[in-house]
């Protein structure tokens, strides 16, 4: 799973079934990409969450018949380096 | 999903009947990568859409049968970055 | 889908039997990288074709027991860059 | 597969069910990349496991219901490049 | 299907089941990337060989229910760039 942060909501009204009214946010990895998520979670702005992908993406969005490739499926706590 | 904007159509007479009479588009992301997307939506070029690959390319792009591997589903009223 | 360029034929007499008897292709993208991909369509070296990964390269193959990861789908007419 | 090291724990504590109670570790590739895999196997900070990915890493945490997209699945004893 | 070198066994001694008992090899490709491999084929060091991803991966390695994401599926007898 990828390590982002959320940044914004996404409005696409125009927009295929399969994606359901799933929430949309714009995430951020550490490296400049930018990607659009589903958010079955409920995430604000500014928080690292973990997202997965491909058919996992699906069904974190819900069901398989979801066409979702970047889901949202939890939020951090916390995480660190091994410094050793 | 990736945000990609419309470039144009692509011709490709001679091709595999999974791929369907679907209008192909050519998208471009905001890293300068070009790729050849399925368009079920119907989107003109200049246009921002989200995108979606793998199984999930296939079943937006009609059935689980077709054999596209990105895909477009929606349309991008508007996003922006967090600014915090 | 990504367009890419037919090089040459790839010669691998020992392989598995999932591959079957597909013509196998060198082809190279638009940044310098190289992949073999199966070739159901039949397409002479130089000329621009679309290619799909993942499920879709297995049926896009003729089956989805086949183990192609990459499948040539269409022949490209011609595609252009939207000059706005 | 890819050969990854492991660096620390990553807790979060909101999830989706999918990710059941599977440890999650933070683990980096040779070249920087930082990423989230849910660890089956019980690895300590420090050592080199390899991970797989895709539908490979649903069954290798647990069943294909998981929404894990990379799992560790086994610890590396050793290895060496080709000095050829 | 990517083309790799391959450089030597790799050995995990303590893995999922998932992973039978299949040959693991260390393989690289052209630009410096090194990546683990399941080997039905039986390849020595120094061969270039073809690797596939994903789904096919796993049917590659035995069976759908190999968590293998990258197999050899075979030995190249040679290989050429197109020169026009």
């Known amino acids: 799973m990828d390590i982002m942060t959320v940044q914004s909501d996404l409005v696409a009204t125009r927009r295929l079934e399969g994606l359901g009214g ?3 946010k714009v995430v951020t990895d550490g490296r400049g990409g930018i990607e659009v998520a589903c958010d079955p979670v409920g995430v604000p702005p500014g928080k690292q969450v973990i997202a997965t992908r491909g058919t996992a993406a699906r069904y974190a969005a ?3 018949s979801m066409i979702a490739d970047l889901t949202i499926c939890g939020i951090i ?3 660190e380096m091994d410094q050793r």
């Open 22 to 24: 799933t929430s949309l």
């Open 77 to 79: 706590d916390n995480w």
């Open 62 to 64: 819900g069901s398989g």
